[in-house]
């Protein structure tokens, strides 16, 4: 390990599970995962902004969850592959604190907005007369403004807090990246108290929403059984079910890894975890709502159309 260049209050990253015999073939995955949510995530706002039909509520909330998984994948894998192929491990204290207030922020925005679509969803399938009028632009500006102001507040408190805890021994990482579990696990004190306020903030930001979603999607299921058009269920259907596909993979890991005691799991359970949450849902979310949208799909020929005209 090259430490020459580290000071007293660096960091040493260990990598995505430093165990793995193979790591040319776990980085070259990662790197495969990390193009196709980027291109995946750029070419669906680019669709929304260039297409005219998708300029609705639904599709605005989707490309606010475009922007924020591209910026959740790149803070942190560009890191770690820059790490693996300079073998610098080390990471500055400022350096750590930022990466973990982005990481907190956009994690914590991508909860808020979820339920935000989930509710987006709800009023356009159970009460449709009214949804031009509970999801005006304005709404829609106000709702995208409440993830992201939200998700800064509460990610500059849960950063300030584990940063300034004192560290005793060893300043090593177990994790790919500055995660909250992988910096608490460094301090020499008691960190109880912040344990129960981190429970608080898991029940707040992760547990709530997730209960909201499943009300919101538990009362679209009851309506679309009621309606007479096949086509509306099928349409109403796919739009949910790939909701709730990215839902459950990501309050899953979170919950797992956010609601219980740091010494509760191990630091392998975290990076799994981590990568379920930052690197593989980034990926699948433009590929569920592409795959399975017929809007989306229709846009997306339609704009190649233009390109090869």
Known sequence: MNQKNDTSTDFILLGLFPWFRHPNLLILIIILIYTAAFTGNAILLLLIWLDSHLHTPMYF???????????????????????????????????????????????????ILLTLMAYDRYVAVCNPLRYTVLMNPNTCLQMAAAAWIGGALAALVHTIYPMNFPICGSREINHYFCEMPAILRLSCMDISAYEMVKFVSTIV????????????????????????????????????????????????????????????HTPEQDQIGAVLGTIVTPMLNPLIYSLRNKEVAGALRKCMGKCYN
Do not use: W
């Open 61 to 111: 909330l989707l490309s606010q969850l475009s922007l924020i998984d591209l910026a959740y994948i790149s803070c942190t894998v560009p890191k770690m592959v820059t790490n693996y192929f300079t073998g610098k491990k080390n990471i500055s204290y400022f350096s750590c604190a930022t990466q973990l207030f982005f990481f907190l922020t956009l994690g914590l925005a991508e909860c």
């Open 205 to 264: 930001f992760l547990l709530i929403p997730f209960i909201l979603i499943l009300t919101s999607y538990t009362l679209i299921f009851l309506t679309v059984l009621r309606m007479n058009s096949q086509k509306g269920k099928n349409k109403a259907l796919a739009t949910c079910s790939s909701h709730m596909t990215v839902v459950s993979l990501y309050f899953g890991q979170a919950i797992f890894i956010y609601m219980t005691p740091t010494l509760a």
